[in-house]
């Protein structure tokens, strides 16, 4: 098959199309003739060399969710036959024209692939971290980088808990944020002053997705680190702040999100569409921070 690798870390020139071995469904996995790849930030920082790992020693298929066709099921598997249309997590890398898969949804009729994979990183880390601050009704959430991936998801699952949600954006994305249940405010100088006439009675737990030296702020606003959490801010553990990392992959959960979005209950934001042979480009885009949504491959 075709796939797009990186053999050394690098820049987004570092990915390149290669024939490799079709991969095989595995025990509990299966196999999907691929419609869709979402990039993510974790995807860039693999290949750049950012995420702590040792240097490949051969090539790389990078790629977190897939939506496809399925073509193979392995040993273990139940509820799904070749031809089902499923959205998930891939094992092995999804930026390919197949890709194998083990925590997955099947994709509704009507739910195109490039929507489909939008939602299994975002919903499955909006819905962490959701649980880990306990948000509950009628209390205020702040939400950093409420117009990202998880940032959206984020808001709309808090406004349905009955959580009132305030999120910073950019001053392009403010009607974004406020079309998705919350209060809209840019970052930047003054943030803690701007949130406060917001919210005179204070917020009752954070959230910061974009890693942008937003915790600072958000401990001054809280008056402490309790009920803060951030999956984006390396600087986390010397300020006393929780950071959480470590993914929580649940299909029953994941089809919950993606019936939802099949359904109109929650939205996502595609920035591009684009060929996989344009994956390098997918990553420079992404590394400009301003892709305006997930940016999703198709083979």
């Not at 009729?109 to 299994?120: E, I, K, N, R, S």
């Not at 649940?250 to 979005?261: M, P």
């Amino acid at each position: 098959m075709r796939a797009i690798v990186f053999e050394t870390h690098g820049g987004p020139e570092a990915l390149h199309l290669a024939d490799v071995p079709d991969p095989q469904a595995g025990p509990g996995q299966v196999r999907v003739r691929v419609e869709a790849a979402a990039v993510n930030g974790w995807d860039v920082k693999s290949r750049a060399g950012a995420t702590g790992g040792p240097a490949p020693t051969s090539a790389v298929v990078p790629g977190l969710e897939v939506a496809g066709v399925v073509d193979q099921v392995g040993d273990g598997v139940a509820g799904v036959a070749p031809g089902d249309r499923v959205v998930g997590f891939a094992v092995g890398g999804g930026y390919a024209e197949l890709a194998l898969t083990s925590v997955f949804a099947r994709v509704p009729d009507g739910l195109a692939a490039t929507d489909a994979v939008t939602v299994p990183v975002a919903a499955e880390t909006a819905t962490r971290v959701l649980r880990l601050l306990d948000v509950r009704p009628g209390e205020t959430l702040l939400v950093h980088g409420a117009s990202g991936s998880v940032g959206e998801l984020a808001v709309q699952l808090a406004v349905r808990r009955g959580a009132r949600v305030i999120g910073t954006a950019s001053p392009r994305n403010q009607e974004c944020v406020a079309a998705l249940g919350a209060t809209p405010t840019t970052y930047g100088a003054g943030l803690v002053e701007r949130v406060r006439a917001l919210a005179p009675d204070g917020v009752d737990a954070v959230l910061d997705t974009t890693g942008a030296g937003v915790l600072p702020d958000s401990i001054a606003l809280r008056g402490g680190t309790e009920r803060i959490v951030t999956i984006a801010d390396d600087a986390a553990a010397d300020l006393g702040v929780e950071a959480s990392w470590r993914s929580e992959r649940d299909a029953g959960e994941l089809a919950e999100a993606v019936d939802a979005l099949a359904r109109g209950d929650l939205v996502t934001t595609v920035g591009a569409v684009l060929p996989l042979a344009d994956a390098p480009s997918a990553h420079a885009l992404v590394e400009t921070g301003r892709a305006g949504g997930k940016v999703v491959l198709v083979p």
